[in-house]
């Protein structure tokens, strides 16, 4: 007995002069990184905990709220794994009416919208564009539909903007501002290729647009650059019209160049895609073939019948995806799918407000959770680190943890969610030192100057405290 207590004695004395050891080598890292040219016009928060005790191992700023960036995805993945569930996944049902007998018009097809980011998604074999389409094209033949005349597209709790507030007009036309809606279509993405000239100052040419953009043109005002300047380019959407502008630069001498953008209007984009592939698979298609969205209030057909669901891969599934490539569109979908399931309209308000409601009893209030949208790309977002350690800290006790854990990217060595934004880098995540201590740790620094990489390693110094 006097063994075990000795052994004990023993373990806590060397727990606390390790975290000692790891606080003081924090403070005087602190004291060096926040006194660097970099962050001479700079705020920057720390927050450092013991991932088994909760003791607080150092913290800085730990209650001052600042725009997170991405590290914000980990507060709404998490908030989905309790609201939702690992194995929620999306269903998006199509359905038909048959014509009466006193109609000469062919068949309408409905589609009732769920929120689904991941259709038409090529990060999984069975949700891919060619995959989905085909399995909705046999669900025509087997039913025995030849003609069709109208695509109705359900809105149900799907009617608010696609557009979080807060999100800047340079952002929203290119593949990482991809709003979400009730509709979503290879995650609302498509590829523009570019040619560029021979000299500085040449125009840039639009050699290619995949997929085909429905109603929609892009007009290039781009200019060729100097070699190494990379992608300047942005794409600009347009607002009342059907005609976009790309603008920037592109290296001199490129001839397929390409940058992503973000569909216009992905509803309208599937809708054609479907009815351009039943048409190619032998099912007539109207002259007068139209796409008409319809308010949950529009009263389905008493001779409705559903003809097919698409079933999205599992949230677990999702979340991963999610936080491994930090997809914007997917933190907005699921923000709205937070209140969808509550039967309420599926904005991004009412989504927050959900979220808002489960982490308060927790003690996080709405203003230490300041925010905006579900992905962090706003600027306006302010969250502290403090939060963002309670909550992974929270995660940590669930059962789902394990794929949480394995969706977070490593960086330095360590398992953390990164963020950026303009002259924003934050970092939040765990781990494991090499004498066996567990952390758990967020650190947010906005407003530096100078090049981010070089803010990225001096943050990796203060972190490697933590090793």
């Keep these: 007995m006097k063994r075990i207590v000795f052994c004990l004695i023993v373990l806590i004395w060397v727990q606390t002069v390790t975290a000692q050891t790891v606080s003081t080598k924090l403070t005087a890292a602190w004291k060096t990184f926040t006194a660097d040219a970099q962050m001479k016009h700079a705020i920057a928060s720390l927050y ?20 997170p960036a991405s590290t914000q995805k980990v507060i709404t993945a998490i908030t989905a794994y309790e609201l939702l569930g690992k194995d929620f996944r ?9 014509p009466y007998k006193t109609r000469v018009t ?4 409905y589609i009732r919208m769920s929120g689904d980011p991941t259709l038409g998604s090529w990060r999984w074999k069975e949700t891919s564009e060619n995959a989905v389409l085909g399995r909705i094209v046999n669900a025509f033949k087997k039913n025995n539909i030849a003609d069709f005349e109208s695509c109705i597209i359900r809105t149900e709790e799907w009617t608010g903007e696609s557009i979080p ?14 709003g979400t809606g009730g509709l979503n279509w290879r995650e609302n993405q498509f590829d523009l290729t570019l040619r560029s000239g021979k000299e ?21 005002l781009v200019r060729s650059a100097a070699r190494g300047t990379d992608d300047r380019s942005y794409i600009y959407l347009p607002i009342g019209d059907s005609v976009g502008v790309v603008r920037g630069t592109i290296p001199v001498n490129e001839q397929k160049f390409v940058i992503s953008g973000s569909m216009p209007s992905p509803e309208t ?16 298609r109207s002259p007068a073939a139209r796409v008409v969205r319809a308010v949950k209030e529009y009263p389905l057909p008493d001779n409705y019948k559903v003809l097919h669901v698409e079933t999205s891969p599992p949230l677990d599934s999702i979340v991963y995806w999610f936080l491994k490539k930090s997809i914007n569109l997917y933190g907005e979908a699921l923000m709205k799918t937070f209140a969808a399931v509550q039967k309420k309209e599926a904005t991004t308000a009412n989504g ?3 979220l808002h409601d489960f982490w308060k009893p927790f003690g996080l209030s709405d203003a ?13 977002n302010r969250v502290t680190t403090r939060s963002l350690v309670k909550v992974l800290q929270y995660a940590r006790t669930r059962d789902w943890f394990p794929g949480f854990y394995q969706a977070l990217p490593e960086y330095n060595g360590m398992k953390m969610k990164s963020g950026t934004i303009g002259n924003v880098k934050a970092f939040c995540g765990y781990h494991k030192s090499k004498a066996g201590q567990e952390y758990i740790f967020a650190i947010i620094v906005n407003n530096y100057n100078g090049s981010s990489s070089a803010i990225v390693q001096k943050i990796y110094k203060v972190l490697d405290g933590l090793k």
């Excluded at 999306?90 to 048959?98: D, P, S």
């Excluded at 062919?106 to 097809?109: L, M």
């Excluded at 230490?368 to 306006?380: F, I, K, Q, R």
């Design 106 to 109: 062919a068949t309408d097809f």
């Design 269 to 284: 984009q599937f809708a054609y895609t479907l009815m351009d592939s039943l048409e190619r698979a032998g099912i007539e």
């Design 48 to 67: 450092v905990i013991d991932a088994k005790t909760g003791k607080v191992v150092f913290e800085s700023n730990s209650t001052t709220g600042l725009a």
């Design 352 to 354: 927050l407000e959900e």
């Design 165 to 178: 507030d807060g999100w800047i007009w340079q952002d929203v036309g290119n593949y990482y501002g991809a």
């Design 200 to 220: 500085i100052g040449d125009d840039v040419s639009v050699v290619d647009v995949r997929p085909r953009l429905y109603r929609y043109t892009i007009n290039s």
């Design 90 to 98: 999306y269903k998006t049902e199509f359905g038909y009416a048959r």
């Design 368 to 380: 230490e959770l300041n925010m905006v949208d579900g992905s962090g790309l706003s600027p306006a």
